[in-house]
């Protein structure tokens, strides 16, 4: 491509920094490099190399925004760009106005053929989100705006004493968002809490009575693009 070559392959310890760019209306409908049809706004990607599909954290390193997405097509191949996010991961890293980033990607491991995207906006299970910056009047900006559902709180049994903490916010709402969108998996709750002097809201997944029940439980959140989690002793 443009002079050239690109030899596609598995690399599990990719971990590299570089330009991001994005695609969206132009594209939206195509099919991508693995058939799929690219949706502008799913949390996708296009990547030269890294398998497809794949899922991948992108990090903006000029705000500190992670997101996981899917990689389902290949690019970009232009200059030093080291991948192509969807309109909607690049609203999610804020620089879709600008249209570049420095960002660095991670490779995370194999997707599921025919799983449904990941979380819009993922954060380390230790790591308060930041509030998003305000978005632009997109079909996704519309879809964020509907009431959210509020996750019921957990009442613990006995015996249960690990959980996993998979996400910690500063905002209420996108707490509530990606608790959500995990609940499928099992049982999750959102508690509020303090960080300093801020309020933060953490969400948790699952109750077990011991701790090698919770280590086998973060590796089947990987298909809903959680990473990281974190166990919790809750004595």
Known sequence: MAGRTYYPARNDRYDEIGIASWYGPNFHGRPTANGEHFDQNLMTAAHTTL????????????NGRSIIVRINDRGPFVDDRIIDLSRAAATELDYIGRGLAQVRVRYLGPALEQGAPP??????????APSPAPEPATQ??????????????????AGERFTLQIGA???PDNAQRFASRIESAGQVWVQPGQSGNAAIYRVYFGRWSDEGSAHAARSTLADWGVYDARIVDLH
Do not use: C
């Open 119 to 128: 979380p819009r906006t993922w954060y380390a299970a230790n790591e308060a």
């Open 51 to 62: 398998p497809i599909p794949s899922i991948a954290e992108v990090t903006n390193l000029e």
């Open 140 to 157: 996704y900006a519309q879809a964020v705006s509907e009431p959210v559902p509020q996750t019921p709180a957990w009442i613990p049994e």
């Open 169 to 171: 916010f500063s905002d």
